[in-house]
Nanobody, 112 residues
Framework: QMQLAESGGGLVQPGGSLKLTCTSS???????MGWFRQTPGNQRELIARIIDYGGTIYHESVKGRFTISGDNGKQMVYLQMNNLKPEDTALYYC???????WGQGTQVTVSQ
């Protein structure tokens, strides 16, 4: 059984918003969690992650538009995506850096 599962993807127009959710069948602490995305033929790319003391880091291309957050009590991690651009189109994965596990991904398509 997979340990992580993403949801919340879909088709949106440029400038729209989506919120992705990652749930886990195993316990985690949010500072171990991050979001990646991947397009066909390309490497999986780190988009955002949570670090110690609730800090966050972001890929330059999504700074100011995406926000990662987590809830240890609910065992969930989120990615709020605002002002989406066509180049954000990808399969989005959540990742547990400690366990080195991935979900199946959720598709985000940004198109007019």
């Amino acid at each position: 059984q997979m340990q992580l599962a993403e949801s919340g993807g879909g088709l949106v127009q440029p400038g729209g918003s989506l919120k992705l959710t990652c749930t886990s069948s195993n316990r985690f602490t949010i500072n171990n969690m991050g979001w990646f995305r991947q397009t066909p033929g390309n490497q999986r790319e780190l988009i955002a992650r949570i670090i110690d003391y609730g800090g966050t880091i972001y890929h330059e291309s999504v700074k100011g538009r995406f926000t990662i957050s987590g809830d240890n009590g609910k065992q969930m991690v989120y990615l709020q995506m605002n002002n989406l651009k066509p180049e954000d189109t990808a399969l989005y994965y959540c990742h547990n850096f400690r366990d080195r596990t991935w979900g199946q991904g959720t598709q985000v398509t940004v198109s007019q």
